[in-house]
């Protein structure tokens, strides 16, 4: 049997409130595992706990009691970390290096040797689509371009898990869909990925399963497919439908015991719209 790249169990997490005899509960027996290779998307509301099981997870706060583990191993042990890229949600960087610098830094940190370190840098700015900018000081990049800097540092030493803390906050539609087809080359090489978000829709094209939290606690956690679809209910899609077809499908169903219960004209995503608008500057 296969070990979770990721399994959090009755983990609590109380913050004490300073100069107050009160106490914040962040994170309240959760449990919930991450099968390797799939992408799990931990959802919720601001506030929910997300960040803070992150934090847990990546050994950079203590719990007050449960368990997290990465790959078998107890995430407090520093030695379970060698197989896990992290991005931030706000990542910082020295701004008067280049991309290049960047990364060169952070490898060195995680002790590659030079070697291998010059390929593994013209592979992840090629990876992350800033070949042309890895000169460039970071100072000078745009959200987007952190953004994707910040998840090749992530990428350094091949990790086998990936761990994302709202990787798309602050991003325009473009930026948005640039980080999820990365997140999809993840997942087709193999690689496991955790990425926390409040934004359903921003994640739906790429998990495999969800968990949705809501004070500190899992109140639903499936495959993403179950959990967006609708009980007893079928949608079909027609092209070009002749004219009185609505009244023979709506005639058909009601023969068969069922109802027709809406009827509406096949639609685009507002973002997908704005991508197209906007390729190739509206041409």
Known sequence: MSVAAVSITGLTKV??????????????????????????????????????????????????????????????????????GFLPENPYFYKFLTGEETLRFYGRICALPNRQLDSRIGELLSLVGLEEAGNRRVGGYSKGMLQRIGLAQALIQNPRLVVLDEPTAGLDPVGSRQIRDLILGLKESGKTVLLTSHLLEQVQEVCDR?????????????????????????????QDAPAGLEEEIAALAKAAGAKLIESRKARLTLERVFLEATRDGGR
């Open 15 to 84: 913050y004490p409130v300073p100069m107050r005899r009160q106490k914040v509960v962040a994170v309240k027996d959760l449990s919930f595992q991450v099968q390797e290779g799939e992408v799990y998307g931990l959802l919720g509301p601001n506030g929910s706990g997300k960040s803070t099981t992150l934090k847990v997870l990546l050994g950079l706060v203590s719990p007050t009691s449960g368990e997290s583990k990465i790959f078998g191993e107890d995430s407090r042990d520093y030695r379970s970390h060698r197989s896990v």
């Open 210 to 238: 969800v968990g949705i939290m809501s004070k500190g606690s899992m109140v639903r956690e499936g495959k993403l497919g179950e959990l967006v679809t609708v009980e007893g209910q079928t949608e079909y899609l027609i």
